[in-house]
């Protein structure tokens, strides 16, 4: 009796298959090698592996039945994926080892949940993305318990588990009400299921579905008013891990939220919901901007700007059009490059029997650590939105998409708030240049830089993250170029 | 193809990159690398004014291609309007480079570099004819600005930094989405296309009027907006001030008459009252609180307030008279306010203070400096044979032909500039002598050379203002009939 295999166009998930390939090797070998640092250099050559088949597949979008499809959008979200992943390797190839951190699961952990996140983004069914969202999140949540001697690490760990555990119980419950309404998990087929003739459009099951849908996207992405548990986890994880996250995550979250919105309610996305969007969009952003004022601790500013600029990027989902998808797609790769390198300056930073991440702590940093001031200086600089840095792009590309879908006050909006972010952003920007040190023990005695030590790797990613804050600020043509890429349907 | 204003653009960038090479205990190389690379600025910016045709169209235009995907080009070109603020800010940078020779000691590096890049910035606004470009160049010249505040400044200096920082931010936050208004209704951010194909709503105009003018007028600054620039000017260091009040307050000017008023005609009307009056009461208003300083540098910057009244009431006397008088103005300014921080630096630099009452009588002490401080002074007043009389005369003229109360305001705020500027001059330098000056020495080489430079450039527009008229007039003639036209549309249609 011959048995029908369905044929399973392995290719479409090449670049995932790559990266938990890669895992897989470095669990294992993990056993045998004692220096754990290679597992990291290992982790990278698959990381651009992945990448290079990534770029290998662009054109053909070959997809996996109905499951997951490899297109422009997926094919460059993978390359925000893989270049966040690789770039928090390198800042933990140099962080761990102060942290005394010595598991190659470290890496695999990161390889994993880059995995599902790229798993995420090129989900075409609920089901696949709530794998990917898992796959991704599991990870993140051993991830951020991983300094295992400090408390606060722990706590935030288990933090994120429990909310994060809500937050794909939400989403679940909603694609369980979706199916109830439509019948189907494929995006696609959701999307013609709610058609005008078949009068579906205030199905209310199916709405419900897709409010708890958007709130279990609202907890992964951190957004007002689900973002309780942003701060501590953030602060709490490892620099490295909080880096990865703080990026990755939220890049996966936006990516199979956009996807769903346009492919699955595309129709049904109308001014009610968007509305509804943009209020999350400005209480976010405001939310995080206003807390990240008060915040005395430099990673937990971060944290909280990080919630900031997720409304930024929901003020690009709101419009629910192509503009607005391309310049999400733009403003996460210069989130990328920005975030990173400010968590990678604070990584060096918070060094033992150096400076932590108070803020009171960066005072006077451009004269005895001038290039890393700088460094950090620029990241400000760029996160607040000044020109010509590469944040400023981002802003004005999501802003225009919702000046184009006329809401224009929701861009107001968003220029207001970079206008408050600026407050806390430069505050570390006046701690660094305009402040002199103290007489504080450390900064006295001997010369700081014996004790602050820049690892390679962690030089590498930082000159890597400057250069891309400078050079696509002042031309930015070739991310616009590569976001276009990543437009569907 | 001519691509003098990128060369202009660049060559400060080039000397940044030289001053990084360049071992920061070497700060003697730093400084003239600094100097010179502004000096082979200025020279390079003076054949612009001798090739520049008395035409009222962009000249000197170079267009390249930016974010094709957007549309958005690297479109630069001057005309009348622009010309002259090129060539100030060029002069002021080595002005500014130079008169720090002797007052900077610490992270001199730092310093210069943070003077180029702002130089480039500035130069960008001026010659931008992108309305993102010039966005990006807006605000990219904020951070060296604050950045050289906040490190070598005084004693409120991070205070002064981040206040200037954050209301020039939040001024301009509205420009950008009223930009991409502009940009998306008229499917280009090119300002001379838009020129000629935008056609915009009248209400619409007004409150894109409104959220351009509100990121200028916190750059003039417009009363009540104003409040930042007193503890940036004070706090700063000289040349610092010298930048600050010589250029960039200039930029807010410079924007209502290239985008504010050629793109939103329609809108001018409806507010040039608000407008003309907020200016009136910065004349007064600062004159008045200028006469109340102790301060020498504060007295100064409110003196600034009120001179950038005079230049916004002319700006919107919707006159060409008033217009030109307003460009001339504008250089006036920065050269008068220039050399006047200028002076109290070259004091402050000797005695730390400012304070009038720690002077008095130093004439005796510092005669070449009184000379100079005086005719700084004079300038400022607007005495007839210097620059000051020449903008300030036709301004008002420009007003009086419509609104001759603004008109009789505006002269008795010269009235009052003569009081407060002479009285500093009183205080200063005559008076009995206070011993604690004893050891005053007076001007050194440098600064006598950046003093006469200066005071050449007042007699040379005062006595020939023709000079610089004659390539302002066509502009200013063309920005005119466009407002006209467009009022004469709009009442039409009422």
Same mark, same amino acid.
């Given at each position: ?241 909080? @880096? $990865? %996250?703080?990026? *990755? +995550?939220? &890049? ?6 956009? /996807? ?75 989130? @990328? $490059? %920005?975030?990173? *390198? +400010?968590? &990678? ?6 060094? /033992? ?137 | ?494």
């Amino acid at each position: 009796m011959p048995i029908d295999f369905p044929t399973l166009n392995v290719m479409a998930l090449a670049p995932e298959l790559v990266v938990i390939i890669t895992a897989v090797v470095v669990m294992l070998f993990d056993m045998f090698v004692a220096d754990k640092r290679v597992m990291g250099y290992v982790s990278l050559l698959g990381l651009a592996g992945a990448a290079l088949v990534s770029l290998f597949l662009f054109g053909d979008a070959p997809a996996i039945q109905n499951m997951a499809v490899s297109d422009g959008y997926s094919l460059v979200l993978n390359l925000v994926f893989i270049v966040t992943a690789a770039l928090s390797i390198l800042v933990a190839l140099g962080y761990l080892a102060d942290r005394d951190i010595h598991y190659g699961e470290y890496y695999t952990l990161i390889l994993f949940s880059t995995a599902g996140m790229m798993l995420m983004g090129a989900a075409t069914d609920l089901i696949v993305v709530f794998l990917g969202l898992e796959i991704m999140s599991i990870g993140l949540y051993i991830l951020a318990a991983f300094n295992r001697r400090q408390a606060a690490s722990g706590e935030a760990g288990l933090k994120y588990f429990i909310l994060g555990a809500f937050a794909s119980a939400f989403f679940l419950y909603g694609v369980a009400l979706l199916y109830g309404a439509t019948g189907t998990t494929n995006l696609q087929a959701i999307g013609d299921w709610f058609t005008p003739e078949r009068g579906n459009m205030g199905d209310p099951l199916a709405l419900t579905g897709l409010g708890l849908l958007i709130i279990g996207f609202a907890f992964k992405v951190a957004a007002v008013p689900f973002q309780w548990w942003t701060p501590d986890v953030y602060h709490g994880a490892p620099t490295s891990v909080t @880096a $990865f %996250m703080s990026v *990755g +995550a939220k &890049a996966a979250g936006f990516a199979a939220l956009i /996807r769903i919105l346009m492919i699955s309610f595309g129709q049904v996305f109308t001014v009610d919901w968007q509305i509804a969007v943009a209020v999350l969009a400005v209480i976010t952003m405001t939310g995080g901007n206003i807390a990240a004022l008060a915040q005395k601790d430099v990673k937990r500013m971060l944290a909280y700007s990080s919630i900031a600029h997720a409304g930024y990027i929901l003020v690009g989902v709101v419009p629910g059009t192509m503009a607005g998808v391309n310049g999400v797609l733009f403003y996460l790769m210069a989130y @990328a $490059f %920005m975030n990173i *390198g +400010a968590f &990678a300056v604070i990584s060096v930073l918070e060094q /033992r029997e150096a400076i932590g991440t108070d803020l009171s702590s960066y005072a006077g940093l451009s004269k005895y650590k001038p290039f890393l001031a700088l460094a950090m200086g620029l990241f400000m600089f760029s996160l607040t939105g000044i020109p010509p840095f590469v944040g400023f792009w981002g802003k004005l590309y999501v802003f225009r998409a919702a000046v184009e879908a006329n809401m224009s006050w929701l861009a107001i909006v968003g220029m207001v708030n970079s206008a408050i972010s600026a407050f806390y952003y430069l505050s570390v920007v006046v701690q660094m240049y305009m402040r002199t040190p103290d007489g504080d023990e450390i900064l006295e005695t001997d010369s700081p830089s014996a004790v602050i030590n820049l690892p390679a790797p962690v030089t590498v990613a930082l000159a890597v993250t400057v250069t891309a804050t400078i050079i696509l600020g002042v031309w930015p043509t070739p991310l616009v170029n590569l976001a276009s890429f990543g437009l569907f349907g | 193809m001519s691509f003098l204003l990128s060369t202009l653009l660049i060559i400060p960038l080039v000397g940044v990159a030289l001053l990084v090479l360049i071992p920061r205990e070497n700060t003697g190389l730093l400084k003239w690398t600094a100097f010179v690379t502004t000096l082979i600025n200025f020279a390079v910016s003076l054949p612009l004014y001798f090739n520049f045709r008395n035409t009222a169209d962009y000249q000197f235009e170079e267009f390249a291609a930016w974010i094709p995907a957007l549309n958005i080009n690297y479109h630069i070109g001057i005309d009348g309007l622009s010309l002259f603020l090129v060539l100030l800010t060029t002069f002021l940078s080595a002005v500014a480079v130079l008169s720090s020779f002797s007052a900077i000691s610490e992270q001199v590096k730092e310093y210069m570099a943070l003077l180029l890049l702002l130089e480039t910035a500035m130069l960008g606004v001026f010659v931008s004819l992108d309305l993102f470009l010039f966005y990006l160049f807006w605000e990219a010249s904020l951070i060296p600005m604050a950045l050289l505040i906040g490190r070598w400044g005084g004693k409120r200096r991070i205070y002064a930094s981040v206040k200037f920082i954050i209301y020039t931010m939040a001024g301009s936050a509205l420009m950008l989405v009223a930009a991409l208004v502009v940009y998306i209704w008229g499917g280009t951010s090119d300002l001379p296309t838009l020129l000629n194909t935008l056609e915009l709503p009248a209400n619409l105009q007004f409150w894109l009027f409104f959220a351009f003018a509100l990121a200028f007028s916190v750059k003039v600054p417009l009363f009540p907006l104003h409040t930042w620039l007193p503890a940036a000017h004070v706090e700063a260091p000289t040349a610092g001030s010298v930048i600050l009040a010589g250029v960039l307050l200039k930029m807010g000017t410079y924007g209502f008459m290239r985008f504010a008023i050629p793109l939103f005609p329609a809108a001018v009307p409806a507010w040039t009252p608000l407008l003309t009056t907020l200016a009136i009461i910065g004349i007064i208003y600062g004159a008045l609180v200028a006469l109340a300083q102790d301060d020498a540098k504060k007295l100064v910057a409110y003196s600034s307030v009120a001179h950038m009244g005079f230049i916004v009431l002319g700006i919107f006397s919707g006159g060409q008279q008033g217009m030109s008088g307003a460009v001339v103005q504008m250089v006036n300014h920065g050269l008068s306010t220039g050399m006047l921080f200028f002076l109290v630096g070259v004091l402050y630099e000797q005695t730390h203070t400012r304070m009038f009452q720690d002077y008095g009588g130093i004439w005796l002490k510092v005669p070449v400096f009184g000379v100079f401080f005086i005719m700084a002074a004079l300038s400022s007043v607007g005495l007839p044979g210097m620059n000051g009389f020449v903008g300030e005369f036709v301004i008002l003229l420009g007003t009086f032909k419509v609104n001759w109360v603004a008109a009789a305001f505006g002269t008795f705020g010269i009235v009052l500039a003569a009081w407060y500027l002479l009285t500093a001059v009183r205080k200063l330098l005559f008076g009995p002598f206070n011993p604690a000056n004893d050891s005053l020495r007076d001007m050194n080489g440098r600064e006598i050379l950046i003093a006469v430079s200066l005071v050449v450039l007042f007699f040379v527009i005062g006595l020939f203002p023709n000079l610089l008229f004659q390539k302002i007039n066509p502009a200013t003639a063309e920005l005119v009939e466009r407002t006209n036209t467009a009022t004469l549309v709009v009442d039409a249609g009422k």
